[in-house]
T-cell receptor, first 114, second 113 residues
């Protein structure tokens, strides 16, 4: 069984640019959540996708957007990058949405904005 | 609103010594609580979770945690530290009905030989 995978591993972008990060969920999982982990901090919830629809959002501006595809893989898009967007972006998949379902995390994408 | 506070951003123990990592939570509803471990340049791995069953929860790698409602605590312990336990540990509580996690700031555990 393949776990959660993310691509790319590392990325360097310039302020003002746009970036797309990708996540493949674990087999059989229909829910994907995205988190931002700034250096020295715990992960912060960005949003969740459940069966291709956004199913909850944290305190992030609209320039953070996402998609979920019919195979339940997901993308995180960030427009107009700012220096503070530099972080490790983690995606987690779960069997279904809700508090009783364990989230399985991918290795993350390290984004550096210069 | 739900939140967690981890006391001590850095804990150092000797190999073989007791590991105690502290976590206090705030929740308006009965919480689901978690401990995750993060090794350098890796994602998060679930150590254990509390979901309102037994208050003493046993996890992987010899870790356990006890849910104490009166103290709003969920401290993580391991009787004997091993060098391979050196990592960052995060306590988390479920935030909303969709099951999103709210994490503490983390505690970095160092293990001295």
């Amino acid at each position: 069984e393949t776990g959660v995978t993310q691509s790319p591993t590392h990325l360097i972008k310039t302020r003002g640019q746009q970036v797309t990060l990708r996540c493949s969920s674990q087999s059989g999982h229909n829910t994907v959540s995205w988190y931002q982990q700034a250096l020295g901090q715990g992960p912060q919830f960005i949003f969740q996708y459940y069966r291709e629809e956004e199913n909850g959002r944290g305190n992030f501006p609209p320039r953070f957007s996402g998609l979920q595809f019919p195979n339940y893989s997901s993308e995180l898009n960030v427009n107009a990058l700012e220096l503070d967007d530099s972080a490790l972006y983690l995606c987690a998949s779960s069997l279904d949405a809700g508090t009783t379902y364990e989230q399985y995390f991918g290795p993350g994408t390290r984004l550096t904005v210069t | 609103a739900q939140s967690v506070t981890q006391l001590g951003s850095h804990v150092s123990v000797s190999e073989g010594a007791l590991v105690l990592l502290r976590c206090n939570y705030s929740s308006s509803v009965p919480p689901y609580l978690f401990w995750y471990v993060q090794y350098p340049n890796q994602g998060l791995q679930l150590l254990l979770k509390y979901t309102s069953a037994a208050t003493l929860v046993k996890g992987i790698n010899g870790f356990e945690a006890e849910f104490k409602k009166s103290e709003t605590s969920f401290h993580l312990t391991k009787p004997s530290a091993h060098m391979s336990d050196a990592a960052e540990y995060f306590c988390a509580v479920t935030g909303g009905s969709q099951g999103n996690l709210i994490f503490g700031k983390g505690t970095k555990l160092s293990v001295k030989p």
